[in-house]
Nanobody, 115 residues
Framework: QVQLVESGGGLVQAGGSLRLSCAAS????????IGWSRQAPGKQRELVAS???????NYADSAKGRFTISRDNAKSTVYLQMNSLKPEDTALYYC?????????WGQGTQVTVSS
């Protein structure tokens, strides 16, 4: 089992920044991939960014140039630094863990960007 706890969401004005954190605990074995996805009301969940246990990253086109994903393996924490936020970034952001023993999701943290 892997437990994921997200934090860092909130209300921010357009153009502002937020840093989301995902603290993982439990059976965290490599190799694995930790990602951030988001789901806005009435829309499908979409993967925003991901990072492997080796440090390779991947971004959705909507996140490239504005978002940065990173991980601190010593703290078992993954971060999503979000800059130049837009109202269309408003969504519930979820952290996910994919490893050899399965996939897990956190409860989500709300990000709201006002115009």
């Amino acid at each position: 089992q892997v437990q994921l706890v997200e934090s860092g969401g909130g209300l921010v004005q357009a153009g502002g920044s937020l840093r989301l954190s995902c603290a993982a605990s439990g059976s965290i074995f490599s190799p694995n991939v930790i990602g951030w996805s988001r789901q806005a009301p009435g829309k499908q969940r979409e993967l925003v960014a991901s990072i492997t246990s080796g440090g390779s990253t991947n971004y959705a086109d909507s996140a490239k140039g504005r978002f940065t994903i990173s991980r601190d393996n010593a703290k078992s924490t993954v971060y999503l630094q979000m800059n130049s936020l837009k109202p269309e970034d408003t969504a519930l952001y979820y952290c996910s863990f994919s490893g050899v023993r399965g996939a897990y999701w956190g409860q989500g943290t709300q990000v709201t960007v006002s115009s």
